[in-house]
């Protein structure tokens, strides 16, 4: 993990824009390749438990994993032990971390029967326990939550396994008078999402996340302030560039969905001006940015409850949800998402698969929205049926697994052929299991860091950063922008991978093509 700023409006480059004729050409399904999306699913589950902070359970699977992180919070008098790291290094990072279960929730809200089909629903439940149960011991108290463990700048300097670990274990909380709206809010979605996950299962779990995201919806709302303006560890690494307002308003969207609660409803509606609601329409969804997931919500109760009270407000979320979902498809004019030459979305050099992984999930369940409403998307004059929307996520989901230049696997672990030196500490050194011998804070750079050969340990799962905007990509583990990976990567895919798994889509019938 490196520095993640981000910038809400994207800076393209106009030669970029200038120099893509988009061609649309068909071919037989006899020569297109096939996937099993039921394997890409069991796969991706695995991947959270290789990040697993805390005593691992009985039933881990990830087997060269072991405990870590017993101690953390000791300092400060807190049981901060669980959660997730949230890439290749070992800092607990609150933001990401939440977005990550959101998704991961949101996947199981709404493809629950998909995921149990493919037997692996209790896997998905138990990747948002994970975090759950995490997130409930951070809030202590009503109006502080604890949103990071370890130091990033101290981390970096090591190359050591979690298992190791000698860096500092420094906890930092946001509370009333260090405010931080964005993740404490980011939370509360995550655990209202989580709420409507376990409502049937376990009730009684459900209820008390619930308790917990209505207290952190409050304490969000009340004492306004962006985190990292509170707590100036997060800056270089997961500085919150939107500001807090999106988060407001998606926790608010979850917490109506979570309860029925018109209350929160409300809030999403008469906020929606001043929050920038129905005014940002951007082309990225994201651990920072937050409103083409919120937009996509509002559209669905606008299709689904057809409320005639705020309906002007809702058709104003809606267009600019349909804003962000045709730029991706290529069908917005001049705003549109650039495509690499092999066909996959483009948003920026670091990490891009995460606007990949979150985009498509987005595309894949609007297409359902409009499938369930017998509606189509219209893009500038050109009508889009909701089939052809899951075509173009099913063709980035497919270049994700192996359809691309390259051939290559970016899901960890799957097919044949994907990245073997991936920038991960735990994955790249020995296995604890296999050679418990302590390795230091500089060893670890000196002997395995910089060795030639493959990780010892596959990440399986791991979605990496992928290949840059001419889809050329270097396999190199000091090649962090495209070699690392990140939970809020994988997360948005679970669901889109069931969803797939179950899928009557013919082969891919069409495929977009550079012609530069």
């Not at 998909?114 to 108290?141: C, N, P, R, S």
């Not at 009340?222 to 407001?248: C, F, H, I, T, W």
């Not at 705020?310 to 600019?320: D, G, I, R, T, W």
């Not at 990509?473 to 948005?492: I, K």
Request: aromatic share 12%.
């Amino acid at each position: 993990m490196r520095i993640r700023r981000q910038c809400c409006s994207r800076c393209l480059s106009s030669s970029m824009k200038k120099t893509a004729l988009f061609v649309l050409i068909a071919f037989s399904s006899a020569t297109a390749v096939s996937f099993d999306y039921g394997e890409a699913l069991k796969k991706s589950l695995l991947y959270f438990e290789a990040q697993r902070s805390g005593r691992l359970p009985y039933n881990q699977r990830v087997t060269w994993r072991d405990h870590s992180g017993l101690t953390d919070g000791l300092e400060q008098g807190v049981d901060l032990v669980g959660g997730y790291y949230d890439a290749g290094d070992h800092v607990k990072f609150g933001l990401p971390m939440a977005f990550t279960v959101t998704m991961l929730s949101w996947s199981v809200v709404e493809y629950r029967d998909e995921i149990k089909g493919a037997g692996q629903l209790a896997h998905a439940m138990e990747a948002i326990k994970w975090g759950t149960d995490y997130f409930i011991k951070a809030h202590t108290e009503p109006n502080v939550l604890w949103i990071e463990v370890g130091d990033g700048d101290t981390d970096h300097y090591c190359w050591q396994r979690p298992e190791d670990m000698t860096t500092s274990r420094q906890a930092y909380k946001v509370d009333a008078q260090n405010p931080g709206s964005d993740v404490a809010a980011e939370t509360a979605a995550a655990i209202a999402a989580a709420s409507m996950a376990f409502r049937d299962s376990n009730p009684h779990y459900s209820h008390l996340l619930l308790h917990h995201a209505q207290e952190l919806f409050d304490f969000a709302d009340m004492y306004r302030g962006k985190y990292d303006g509170s707590v100036g560890a997060v800056k270089s690494y997961y500085a919150s560039v939107s500001g807090y307002r999106d988060e407001l308003l998606w926790a608010a969207m979850w917490l109506y969905r979570a309860t029925g609660n018109d209350q929160y409803w409300a809030y999403v509606v008469n906020n929606a001006e001043c929050f920038g609601g129905i005014g940002w329409a951007i082309t990225e969804f994201s651990w920072d940015v937050k409103y083409a997931g919120l937009q996509i919500l509002a559209s669905k109760v606008l299709m689904e409850e057809k409320p005639e009270r705020y309906a002007n407000v809702l058709k104003q979320y809606q267009s600019k949800a349909e804003h962000y979902l045709c730029s991706c498809l290529q069908k917005n004019n001049e705003s549109n998402v650039d495509l690499t030459p092999g066909g996959l979305l483009y948003v920026r050099q670091w990490n891009n698969m995460q606007y990949v992984s979150s985009a498509t999930f987005l595309l894949t369940v609007y297409s359902d929205y409009l499938q369930k409403a017998n509606k189509i998307l219209n893009c500038v004059g050109q009508e889009v049926r909701p089939q052809e929307m899951l075509e173009f996520a099913k063709s980035q989901v497919d270049y994700i697994l192996g359809s691309n230049p390259r051939g290559m696997s970016y899901l960890v672990g799957f097919g044949s052929n994907y990245p073997i030196n991936i920038h991960h500490r735990g994955a790249s050194i020995v296995s604890y299991k296999e050679n418990s011998g302590f390795i230091g804070c500089t060893q670890g750079y000196d002997h395995w860091y910089s060795r030639s050969r493959p990780n010892p340990n596959v990440l399986v799962g791991a979605l990496v950063g992928g290949p840059d905007n001419l889809d050329n990509f270097r396999d190199h583990r000091g090649n962090y922008m495209q070699t690392e990976a990140c939970t809020y990567n994988t997360a948005p895919l679970v669901g889109v991978f069931a969803r797939l798994n179950t899928s009557k889509l013919p082969l891919s019938q069409s495929q977009l093509v550079y012609s530069v």
